[in-house]
């Protein structure tokens, strides 16, 4: 007789954003949007973005949040765990980008007493997603008893130049998705951790019970108009999940403010078949954390629906006819369902979608 698949478990989470540390100060309902003063923004069109006045180091921010994911953990369980990490890259003059990043993971994971890292996803603003799906695929096959996944970004000058650049941020001081006369995205400092086991092993705060990958291969920075492979990541989700679209009970969207969230909104539309599902994106409060958005975003939703409280999509200022969602307004919205769909799509046409069960 066959086994049934393991279901992986999230047993312990930590956070950092420009909302403030832990899990309450993430459903805070209010932007977190102001002038950047973590480095010079004098010769920039745009001087916003969301922030965390008394962050540290990225290497010291993502320790805490490791340290502070693992605080269930025994010493012995943790060197028995390896580490799944998300992160730009950690360059350093006189040295491959590579081989510093990879010191750089090698040395989060000594600090916090793991067994090693496993993998490094440097798979832009799908990295954290990627991981954690990884990570859910392995502990339901039986391939892993414990993973430990971390990603992080925080906001910092030449990605910021980057974008900046290529006028990809808002000009007005908001991000606004979906919405009416949006300009544009803004960044966001991002640091999380989470530990997943077998369910069973000791409480979890949710199941990732769905995942899905995809690609739209078809533009470098553009995504598919009709939103097919980030759909295709969602129906994915939803058939490993064993659940349909009159299931689910809000949506966690990537849309950042840009273009792009019509894609996204066709592509919700299309895989959930028509069933008019609460839909907010949260980095209209904490801003586009890159690398560390898609597990920031994963916690988020967990968090909100734990609380029984849906977070508001800020900034909206009048509907877009081709961003037609349920979107959230005004005020946050009582979670009716313990399933939630957190869904991330990244430059060059990579989609994710991870489908989670929140245990109140």
């Not at 969301?50 to 290497?59: K, N, R």
């Not at 805490?64 to 943790?78: H, K, P, W, Y």
């Not at 925080?154 to 007005?172: H, I, K, N, S, Y």
Request: proline letters at 5%; glycine letters at 14%; charged letters at 20%.
């Amino acid at each position: 007789m066959t086994e049934p698949p393991l279901r992986a478990g999230i047993t312990g989470l930590a956070v950092v954003s420009a909302l403030g540390r832990g899990a309450q100060a993430q459903l805070a309902d209010a932007p977190a949007f102001g002038p950047v003063r973590r480095f010079d923004v004098s010769a920039r069109r745009v001087a916003t973005a969301a922030t965390l006045a008394d962050a540290g180091t990225l290497a010291d921010e993502l320790s805490g949040v490791i340290a502070g994911a693992c605080t269930g953990l025994s010493a012995l369980e943790r060197a028995n765990t390896p580490l799944l990490l998300g992160i730009h890259g950690h360059p350093d003059a006189g040295r491959s980008a590579a081989a510093t990043t990879a010191g750089f993971a090698a040395n989060l994971a000594a600090r916090a007493g793991l067994a090693g890292v496993a993998r490094i996803y440097t798979c832009a603003c799908v990295s954290g997603s990627t991981a954690v799906a990884d990570a859910a695929a392995a502990i339901r096959a039986g391939r892993s008893g414990r993973v430990v996944v971390a990603a992080g970004y925080l906001v910092e000058p030449d990605q910021f130049a980057l974008f900046d650049a290529g006028r990809a941020l808002a000009t007005d001081g908001a991000a606004r998705p979906f919405s009416a006369g949006r300009s544009g995205l803004l960044l966001g400092d991002a640091v999380s951790a989470v530990v997943l086991e077998p369910v069973g092993t000791r409480e979890v705060a949710a199941e990732v019970v769905g995942w899905g990958r995809a690609g739209d291969a078809h533009h470098v920075v553009r995504p598919d108009p009709n939103g097919r492979g980030l759909a295709r990541a969602v129906g994915d989700a939803l058939r490993r999940a064993g659940i349909g679209p009159d299931e689910l009970g809000y949506v966690n969207a990537n849309a950042s403010g840009a273009d792009g969230d019509s894609a996204e909104a066709a592509a919700l539309r299309g895989a959930l078949d028509g069933h008019r599902v609460p839909v907010s994106s949260t980095k209209s409060v904490h801003g586009h954390g890159l690398e560390g958005s898609g597990l920031l975003e994963l916690v988020v939703t967990v968090l909100a629906v734990r609380a029984g409280k849906l977070p508001v999509n800020h900034g909206h200022l009048g509907a877009d006819p081709d961003c037609d969602l349920d979107l959230i307004l005004d005020a946050p919205r009582p979670a009716t369902s313990p399933y939630a769909l957190t869904v991330n799509a990244a430059f060059g046409g990579a989609d994710t979608a991870l489908l989670v069960k929140a245990v109140s």
